[in-house]
């Protein structure tokens, strides 16, 4: 995939600034989980997927693919350290998927509905990806079965809260901050709407 470069100029200190907050926070969260109680515990919340979001909407695919991998890999170290859980290697598969949405819907939009709606959809997408791997996968004796695969998206619903949660936490914020920044003190970041002609299309 290329990306058109009349849409990125290539100097965003802001926003690359804001991508490489949630990159450390990919990092310091599986931290400050492990010190939570086992029933306080927000399993599943993440930065991740906002990253993705945030980064391809904001800058390009292809370098929100490179913040995206380096969040993974912060992440699952400090996991790996924190709460003794080997890193899960088709998780990079999944988080791809936040990409695509943020670079197909959101480049050129501020809209807190479109933003919201993007971060919901790019969840569901984890979601049904997700358990119908673990589905395949047998993570549990679900059968190979229509009831089994039920029973499958079932069980990863308490996961899912967490996800939402933290999709559309984050996304918030990132998105949110960008908004407020480029307006106040960063003007040449302001997201450039798309145009539409008198005839429907778009410029």
Request: glycine residues 8%; contains cysteine; proline residues 7%.
């Given at each position: 995939?290329?990306?058109?470069?009349?849409n990125?100029?290539?100097?965003?200190?802001?926003?690359?600034a804001?991508?490489?907050?949630?990159?450390?926070?990919a990092?310091a969260?599986?931290?400050?989980?492990s010190?939570?109680?086992?029933?306080?515990?927000?399993?599943?919340?993440?930065?991740?997927?906002?990253?993705?979001?945030?980064?391809?909407?904001?800058?390009?695919?292809?370098?929100?693919?490179?913040?995206v991998?380096?969040?993974?890999?912060?992440?699952?170290?400090?996991?790996?350290?924190?709460?003794?859980?080997?890193?899960?290697?088709?998780?990079?598969?999944?988080?791809?998927?936040?990409?695509?949405?943020?670079?197909?819907?959101?480049?050129?939009?501020?809209?807190?509905?479109?933003?919201?709606g993007?971060?919901?959809?790019?969840?569901?997408?984890?979601?049904f990806?997700s358990?119908?791997?673990?589905?395949?996968?047998?993570?549990?004796?679900?059968?190979?079965?229509l009831?089994?695969?039920a029973?499958?998206?079932?069980?990863?619903?308490?996961?899912?809260r967490?996800?939402?949660?933290?999709?559309?936490?984050?996304?918030?914020?990132?998105?949110?901050?960008?908004?407020?920044?480029?307006?106040a003190y960063?003007?040449?970041?302001?997201?450039v709407?798309?145009?539409?002609?008198?005839?429907?299309?778009?410029?």
């Amino acid at each position: 995939m290329t990306d058109d470069p009349t849409n990125y100029p290539p100097h965003k200190p802001m926003t690359r600034a804001l991508v490489w907050a949630g990159v450390v926070t990919a990092a310091a969260l599986p931290a400050l989980i492990s010190v939570l109680p086992q029933e306080a515990k927000p399993w599943n919340v993440s930065v991740i997927g906002a990253v993705g979001l945030f980064a391809a909407a904001r800058l390009s695919f292809n370098r929100a693919f490179l913040f995206v991998a380096l969040a993974i890999v912060a992440k699952d170290a400090a996991v790996y350290f924190a709460l003794g859980m080997d890193p899960y290697p088709l998780s990079w598969v999944y988080f791809l998927g936040y990409v695509a949405v943020g670079y197909a819907f959101l480049r050129r939009t501020d809209s807190p509905l479109a933003i919201a709606g993007g971060a919901l959809g790019a969840s569901l997408l984890f979601f049904f990806a997700s358990n119908f791997v673990s589905w395949l996968e047998q993570a549990a004796p679900y059968g190979y079965s229509l009831a089994g695969l039920a029973d499958c998206y079932a069980a990863g619903v308490p996961f899912f809260r967490g996800t939402i949660i933290g999709d559309l936490f984050f996304s918030g914020v990132l998105f949110g901050a960008h908004a407020a920044l480029s307006r106040a003190y960063f003007p040449a970041e302001r997201v450039v709407p798309v145009a539409v002609t008198s005839t429907g299309g778009r410029s």
